[in-house]
């Protein structure tokens, strides 16, 4: 079974500011991460998956992830948010033959003047 | 890809009454997900089909609850005797066979009175 904590229930910052979203996994499988972005009353949009390869990952909206097998983590960054940063921001895990994804209880990004 | 659709967007139910939700996911994924969010929650995994085969079942999924894939494109979701506890956003997703990528739809958000 997996699990995922996502430390920070609302993070506020000022729009440029740099941002940390922290997300830790737990699995006794080998898994890939995801991070997944909810605008208001809407469905998830993917933002940036790690599945093999290069351990940092980017989006093409400037944000990125880097997954830390050692510290089993998937924390997600931006240098400089804007206010249209402005969401919610989900950490999941899959592993396993199924795919089906476990999700974190989200992130709020609240991006202020 | 014309991206995955729930209908209808919105429900709003008095207890006691069956709803149905329904979903089409992208053409040729062969997997289809079923999920339900609470405010403040992430999403959690209720269902999987692969095809038409439902292949596992959350605890989650009361005996109230029902999912079908009868022909291997699209699905329902029905909750028979509606609880207000029921009230939650239910979110669809697809993905090919062995991705690991789900594609999310805008979700159908159900009220019970």
């Known amino acids: 079974a997996q699990s995922v904590t996502q430390l920070d229930s609302q993070v506020p910052v000022f729009e440029e500011a740099p941002v940390e979203l922290r997300c830790n996994y737990s699995s006794s499988v080998s898994v890939y991460l995801f991070w997944y972005v909810q605008y208001p009353n809407q469905g998830l949009q993917l933002l940036l998956k790690y599945l093999s390869g290069s351990t940092l990952v980017e989006s093409i909206n400037g944000f990125e992830a880097e997954f830390n097998k050692s510290q089993t983590s998937f924390h997600l960054r931006k240098p400089s948010v804007h206010i249209s940063d402005t969401a919610e921001y989900f950490c999941?895990?899959?592993?396993?033959?199924?795919?089906?994804?476990?999700f974190g209880k989200g992130t709020l990004l609240t991006v202020n003047p | 890809d014309t991206g995955v659709s729930q209908n209808p967007r919105h429900k709003i139910t008095k207890r006691g009454q069956n709803v149905t939700f329904r979903c089409d996911p992208i053409?040729?994924?062969?997997?289809l997900y079923w999920y339900r969010q609470t405010l403040g929650q992430g999403p959690e995994f209720l269902t999987y089909f692969q095809n038409e085969a439902q292949l596992e079942k959350s605890r989650l999924l009361s005996d109230r609850f029902s999912a079908e894939r009868p022909k291997g494109s699209f699905s329902t979701l029905e909750i028979q005797r509606t609880e207000q506890g029921d009230s939650a956003m239910y979110l669809c997703a697809s993905s090919r066979m062995n991705t690991g990528e789900l594609f999310f739809g805008e979700g159908s958000r159900l009220t019970v009175l």
């Open positions: 053409s040729e994924h062969n997997r």
């Open positions: 999941a895990v899959s592993g396993g033959s199924n795919y089906k994804l476990t």
